[in-house]
């Protein structure tokens, strides 16, 4: 397993690069930072401002055939920073002995939401929210990373997944409403969509887990759109709610062997 601390820096400017710059390839650049041996990458995605995003990449089984499988991975509002450290803390373990048991060629992606900042634009403490037009600078600079990465990997784009945990639950959820054609398969713990944008998942494999006594992220935004997309047409969805279990629901989600595998196992039609 290879792992690689970077900094993303999104250039949100649909100009050119300034006079000086290091040429990019496929919109996005790669430089070697000399005081600390890190790489730094900058993509364009939009007209606003420059937003650095810091993320962890690590590689699994570079050496196995084939092609390799993508996941991106949206952390909580406790591990927001510019540290690159604290993604670390919640589910990525989890993840990651699922990954080495299995023996799975994998490139994983943990970018870092800035502080005061979030996936989405919506409230996570209110009972339903409806989708921004576009996407926040940080999930925009995730989703461009996202690009990049399958640009720069050999990607089987049948398996791009997404995951996330809390407010990047409501992330997971907001991202696969974007690309519902792009991710192969998503794992929403103890978040929240706009239930408006159910029909768009109709055909998508999601596995969504909720601890029932939730005191942060109410139990209803995960019942409420589970019940949206399986009324769209559904009907592989797999939803665990977890009575006594409050907002960790993640501790037992990523450990759960029938849900991880299923999780991995579906391939984008």
């Known amino acids: 397993m290879?792992?690689?601390?970077?900094?993303?820096?999104?250039?949100?400017?649909?100009?050119?690069?300034?006079?000086?710059?290091?040429?990019?390839?496929?919109?996005?650049t790669t430089m070697k930072n000399t005081e600390n041996d890190k790489l730094t990458e900058t993509a364009t995605v939009s007209n606003l401002t420059e937003l650095a995003l810091p993320y962890r990449q690590l590689v699994f089984n570079a050496e196995k055939p084939g092609k390799f499988s993508l996941l991106l991975f949206l952390h909580g509002a406790g591990e927001r920073g510019n540290d690159n450290e604290r993604t670390k803390i919640n589910a990525v373990g989890k993840i990651t002995n699922y990954v080495l048991e299995n023996h799975l060629k994998v490139v994983l992606l943990i970018p870092q939401c800035p502080k005061e900042q979030r996936w989405i634009g919506a409230p996570w403490d209110v009972m339903s929210h409806r989708m921004a037009p576009e996407p926040s600078k940080p999930l925009a600079a995730a989703l461009a990373l996202v690009d990049a990465k399958c640009a720069e990997f050999d990607v089987d784009p049948a398996q791009i997944r997404v995951c996330g945990i809390s407010m990047g639950g409501y992330g997971t959820w907001e991202t696969i409403c974007r690309r519902p054609k792009f991710f192969a398969a998503a794992f929403a713990v103890c978040g929240g969509?706009?239930?408006?944008?159910?029909?768009k998942l109709?055909?998508?494999?999601?596995?969504?887990?909720?601890?029932?006594?939730?005191?942060?992220?109410?139990?209803?935004?995960?019942?409420?759109?589970?019940?949206?997309?399986?009324?769209?047409?559904?009907?592989?969805?797999?939803?665990?709610?977890?009575?006594?279990?409050?907002?960790?629901?993640?501790?037992?989600?990523f450990g759960d062997r029938a849900a991880m595998d299923k999780f991995f196992a579906t391939l984008r039609k």
């Not at 993303?8 to 000086?20: E, F, I, M, N, Q």
């Not at 969509?193 to 029909?199: F, H, I, L, R, S």
């Open 2 to 28: 290879r792992i690689e601390h970077l900094l993303l820096t999104v250039a949100l400017v649909w100009s050119a690069a300034a006079s000086g710059a290091p040429a990019k390839t496929e919109g996005i």
């Open 202 to 253: 109709k055909d998508m494999n999601i596995v969504v887990f909720h601890g029932a006594a939730d005191p942060t992220v109410p139990v209803e935004r995960s019942r409420n759109m589970v019940a949206a997309v399986r009324q769209a047409g559904n009907d592989q969805l797999l939803y665990v709610e977890l009575p006594g279990v409050r907002h960790n629901s993640w501790e037992i989600a």
């Open 193 to 199: 969509g706009d239930e408006e944008q159910a029909p």
